[in-house]
């Protein structure tokens, strides 16, 4: 399985992490393995930002995906506190030689939350769903299943390509058998993917899941991703009051799995730092997500459990090749000598941040320690930008605002300190501030608006296809590099070589060739972010993928 590797350098690093937290301190019962949970109350977890809808498909951000992760289930998923993998709604899996045809044994007498039938029909129910869907509006939308899959029956959305998935089929009940085109090294982690989940096949259908519309800049969703998703999860859905910011989700009683302690999960979006922070000390929330560097030790001395994840993501400072003077390869070099990532790690990051020089953590597959280093080099960059024309270079700079994300804690600060670097070799820089969802994402990722930006990641499996093939292995209007050919060309064949040996030395060839000769974006960071709970809540499980689930949660 593509996560064993990550057993060592992922799997391990939680346990430590788990066990003293960010300054030491106390493990939860779950944790130590004492004590019984309390059932019943009402946990209230603080969301950093707004989730753009309920439907797994149509997401690809971690806000989004908590209460999602709440109310659904995947095939297969990541044990608590590691990136191994672990049956879910299947209870095992298997596939053929050539990893095409993959069969799932799955789970008996699981219900939808509406009541009906989880079985084989209901899982290429969902496949099916997904690789049939129409219009270019919902197919931009799902960026995880591109990333994975290629392409649909019919391709109308820009950067979709030739599809991987070719059949489902239930052979009984309890068997499913998915069929692909060619090998994937995604698989079987990414059956593990959130974005993947399974919904009820009549609640698609009776909300018209698959209609999605495009005004302008945003996007409408059917009635199923905002009002009324139906998953098979340990909580269902009760409702979003936009006005109070609160995602409210009831105990599943039916849930097949370990039952959910607390009767009720509020997921409470306080967009700013400061003030998730002072509710955490209220006591009006339990559990706040990606604490600023500097809270981390006051927090745990204040007796709140500051639990620590490895860090397994990735920041990037983002070009788009749209603006004809960062088609240049000397332009985007210059940027990235020009960037003092150093003293940004030492300044804004969190302990244990690191300078990344690939788009992926050292623990992947592939990754290569003798790959082209942009040292901190700012009269280089004067030099490169001289040679390309590009002395009076001007750029519209993009971050998001209304949002923390572990790899990128404080947007705004990042942003200052990079900005700065680049106005110091002489680019003048018009910073762009837009709410993460319903304004950033689109205007970055639909439409192209930006000149640079900032985005990241944290990986969901151990493959560097999840890394590196997600970001640059097709062409994406984030990075307006249609015309990166070479590049979609080698990480499809890095991807689809089955050899491990072979495997690693193409992967590691990639990421040589992504810093010399493509270089559509610098990397910036990796840092371990924390999750906090107050002293009372038992159960929590930290994940090196930011992949909490709720159901061990007790409060009191």
Not at 236 to 243: A, E, L, R, T, Y
Not at 479 to 488: E, L, Q, S, Y
Request: aromatic share 10%; charged share 25%; hydrophobic share 40%.
């Amino acid at each position: 399985m593509q996560a064993s590797r990550l057993k060592t350098a992922v799997a391990l690093a939680a346990a430590a992490a788990l066990a003293v937290g960010a300054s030491g301190c106390a493990k939860s019962d779950r944790e130590e393995g004492g004590g019984e949970a309390k059932s019943g109350g009402t946990f209230v977890f603080a969301g950093a930002g707004d989730p753009k809808n309920f439907d797994p498909i149509f997401n690809d951000d971690g806000e989004t995906f908590r209460p999602i992760r709440q109310m659904y289930d995947t095939l297969v998923q990541n044990k608590p506190g590691t990136a191994d993998l672990q049956g879910a709604l299947a209870e095992s899996w298997e596939h053929d030689p050539e990893g095409k045809v993959w069969t799932f044994k799955l789970r008996k007498g699981v219900k939808f939350h509406d009541g009906t039938d989880f079985n084989a029909a209901a899982v290429c129910f969902n496949f099916d769903r997904w690789f049939n869907m129409k219009g270019a509006a919902a197919q931009s939308q799902m960026i995880y299943y591109s990333d994975v899959f290629g392409g649909f029956a019919k391709n109308e959305a820009e950067g979709t390509g030739d599809p991987i998935y070719n059949k489902c089929e239930a052979k009984d009940e309890g068997t499913a058998v998915v069929t692909m085109n060619k090998y994937k090294g995604a698989f079987p982690g990414a059956f593990a993917l959130t974005a993947l989940s399974i919904a009820s096949p009549d609640a698609l259908k009776k909300y018209d899941a698959d209609t999605v519309k495009q005004n302008g800049d945003s996007f409408e969703y059917s009635a199923f991703a905002s009002e009324h998703p139906v998953g098979t999860g340990p909580f269902k859905f009760v409702g979003w009051d936009k006005s109070k910011g609160e995602i409210t989700l009831e105990r599943n009683a039916d849930y097949w799995g370990e039952k959910a302690k607390v009767d009720k999960l509020i997921i409470k979006v306080i967009k700013d730092e400061n003030t998730r922070k002072q509710e955490l000390r209220a006591g009006t929330v339990q559990g706040i997500d990606f604490p600023a560097p500097a809270d981390r030790k006051a927090l745990a001395g204040e007796g709140f459990q500051v639990l620590d994840r490895p860090a397994f993501n990735i920041l990037y400072l983002g070009f788009n090749q749209k603006n004809p003077k960062l088609k240049d390869l000397r332009v985007r070099q210059a940027i990235a000598y020009a960037l003092n990532r150093q003293q940004l790690v030492q300044t804004k990051g969190p302990g244990g941040t690191k300078v990344a020089d690939e788009f992926m953590p050292e623990s992947v597959l592939g990754y290569a320690p003798d790959v082209q280093k942009y040292d901190y080099n700012p009269e280089k960059a004067k030099q490169l930008l001289k040679e390309a024309g590009a002395e009076k270079l001007t750029l519209n700079f993009y971050y998001p605002t209304d949002v923390s994300r572990p790899y990128m804690p404080n947007p705004q600060e990042i942003f200052t300190v990079l900005a700065n670097d680049l106005k110091a070799v002489g680019i003048t820089v018009n910073g762009v501030a837009r709410p993460w969802n319903g304004g950033y994402k689109d205007d970055v990722q639909q439409f192209g608006k930006h000149d640079l930006h900032l985005l990241g990641w944290t990986g969901d499996y151990n493959d560097p296809g999840n890394f590196v093939g997600t970001f640059f292995g097709r062409a994406k209007v984030e990075f307006g590099a249609a015309g990166m050919t070479d590049m979609f060309e080698a990480i499809a064949k890095a991807d689809a070589t089955v050899d491990e040996n072979a495997k690693k030395a193409a992967w590691e060839q990639v990421n040589r060739d992504i810093a010399t000769k493509w270089l559509p974006a610098v990397p910036v960071w990796h840092a371990p972010p924390a999750i906090v709970v107050t002293k009372d809540v038992k159960g929590l499980v930290a994940s090196p993928l930011t992949d909490e689930r709720f159901n061990t949660v007790s409060v009191g």
